[in-house]
């Protein structure tokens, strides 16, 4: 059975950091990309970084360049999503996901980021 399981969100200051983790399981995660989404209330949900496991490239949306960084831990199956000074539009909730060329995409249930101001 396919798994992604999201944890780490909570409620923050403006200025704070908080520190995501996805855990996958039921796929050949180092054959797969890890990308983290969030979706704000009456929002589109929108891509916020990504990263290739087999080489570790990373893709950073401009609104979290220089404050977010994305890694993995092959060995745990898991991706990180470091969050660094959080803002207030940074609020929605972040999930994961995980796709490759004829597999996926899969999607975890999401976890809540609170920044207040």
């Known amino acids: 059975e396919v798994q992604l399981v999201e944890s780490g969100g909570g409620l923050v200051q403006a200025g704070g950091s908080l520190r995501l983790s996805c855990v996958a399981s039921?796929?050949?995660?180092?054959?797969?990309?890890i990308g983290w989404f969030h979706q704000a209330p009456g929002k589109e949900r929108e891509g916020v970084s990504c990263?290739?496991?087999?080489?570790?490239?990373?893709y950073y949306a401009d609104s979290v360049k220089g404050r977010f960084t994305i890694s993995s831990d092959n060995a745990k199956n898991t991706v990180y999503l470091l969050m660094n000074t959080l803002k207030p539009e940074d609020t929605a909730v972040y999930s994961c996901?995980?796709?490759?060329?004829?597999?996926?995409?899969?999607w975890g249930q999401g976890t809540q980021v609170t920044v207040s101001s």
């Open positions: 990263i290739s496991i087999r080489d570790g490239k990373s």
């Open positions: 039921g796929f050949s995660f180092d054959d797969y990309a």
């Open positions: 996901n995980a796709a490759r060329l004829g597999g996926g995409p899969y």
